[in-house]
């Protein structure tokens, strides 16, 4: 997923209206940060991250807090680190990733511009690693399901500007995807947070984010 938004990034840094908020540093910290944005689902049970079906409202709601307190976390990480931008920068991302674009997103219901630029970068990012690999609820979709998926979502869930970011790069994220694949999985044991269950990312049985 760092990798997706590293080339999502480097895509918007060489035109368009965000190229002038992007540089080489920006990329570098973006791509150390992302990995951190589920960091809050440390305090989410696995019987919520792990279960196979759809989660319940209850359970959702449980779930939806973890980018509270992956912020909350990353916020307190910063004040007493001296790595301060990567951090800052990953505090943000995980406070908003789950942000749409059209304001029905979580935890603030920020639209547009209001969501931080990290963020739209790695909630895009963050969905199509989610939708092209294995879960506990879900097989993987073919990566052209999954990018048809995210040009429908344009302008709803993601912001237009990187979704066409995305697909002027998509066959690179696609070789980088073949590249990951052949590396010998890591066995994640503890760290089960990283492959929650998420009601609000495409299911096999819904066509369209819920």
Known sequence: MSAYSRIIAEQLSKSGPYASQIDEKYIDTLYRSAPLHDIGKVAIGDS?????GKLTKDEFERMKQHAMIGANILEQAVFHSSSGTFLAMAAVI??????????????AGLVGMEIPLCARIVALADVFDALTSQRPYKEPFPADVARQMIIEESGKHFDPVIVEAFLARFDECIAMRSRLNDRTPVALGAMSFMSGNEVDLYQPTEPVLS
């Open 48 to 52: 919520i991250l792990l279960k196979p």
């Open 94 to 107: 995980a406070r908003a990733h789950h942000e749409r674009f059209n304001g029905t997103g979580y935890p």
